[in-house]
DNA sequence: AATAAAATTGTAATCATTACAAAATAGTAT
DNA sequence: ATACTATTTTGTAATGATTACAATTTTATT
């Protein structure tokens, strides 16, 4: 699901968000950065726009997305919660060199999954650890 | 993986852990509950075993079982880690209603993971969120 | 038995997150 | 436009999990 060109104002209305103006600035931070952001990262990186924002905000804001559904969190280390503005199913791959998370394109379509009859299934997460293809290629130098 | 008939003093040696008495019993516990425990279940499982425990002992241990990669962490709740003693790559199903995590067999060597040609994948993680079967049956009742 | 090394313990410090109440803003009715 | 109400934001304090650290205990070695 690409949201680079959505109009974020009505997306978030259609999603039962009164957009606000911090929501509307921390929703376009996810979709315009991709960046699976922490709340510290997004805090420090529009309190220079909004230099009246409080932390507390982004903590409140980001749980209001996660009920609305239109974030998910990305949990791949133990201390750090990143979030991401798609909530389509996708992989993430962190790399342990650059500590970058990247998205993977998945199809889950045909996993054998035994043992899960009858389980209803909401959510699926995965994520993979090593190294990206970059930080591989500079180290092979 | 199957661990229960191993002897969990040679397996710690062999994974360079020298096998402490609080060592053994918290990977004992793992090994016999299969629960996916986090930290405080631990402690106040084994606390009456063992008076003396302290919770930063357990928290000692189950970073260095990370270290020697004899536990994974498993992520699926913002705000809880939980252990598994059984390392290699299966999937984890946590219910919304009975909170239980199921343990789930995966087999991932036929999924397509396009985009991560060079990549480096060091750990596969895979978890779902929903409704497990005895609490699906018994909400149809 | 004496010494050194390693592991455990308890307390204090840290850090992320949440609770909460006051202030600010937005929305509605008069 | 004004008064009133509801919602959102903010800052501070409280909470809770994890870590740091030094003292104690245990284990291993000489």
């Not at 315009?32 to 990186?45: A, F, G, L, M, S």
């Not at 998370?101 to 650890?129: A, N």
Request: glycine share 2%; aromatic share 10%; proline share 4%.
């Amino acid at each position: 699901m690409d949201l680079s060109n959505i109009n974020i104002e009505q997306y978030l209305r259609n999603n039962d968000v009164k957009p606000s103006y911090q929501r509307l600035k921390i929703f376009e931070y996810l979709v315009k950065h991709k960046n699976h952001p922490n709340v510290d990262t997004i805090y420090q990186e529009l309190v220079s726009a909004i230099p009246t924002l409080s932390k507390t905000t982004v903590y409140n804001t980001l749980k209001l997305f996660l009920e609305k559904g239109i974030v998910q969190p990305i949990l791949i280390e133990e201390n750090e919660i990143r979030y991401d503005a798609d909530v389509t199913v996708h992989g993430h791959f962190k790399c342990e060199i650059c500590q970058e998370v990247y998205d993977i394109p998945l199809d889950l379509s045909d996993m054998k999954t035994e043992g899960l009859e009858k389980f209803i299934i909401k959510e699926s997460h995965i994520y993979f650890k090593g190294i990206c293809k970059r930080c591989n290629i500079a180290n092979a130098q």
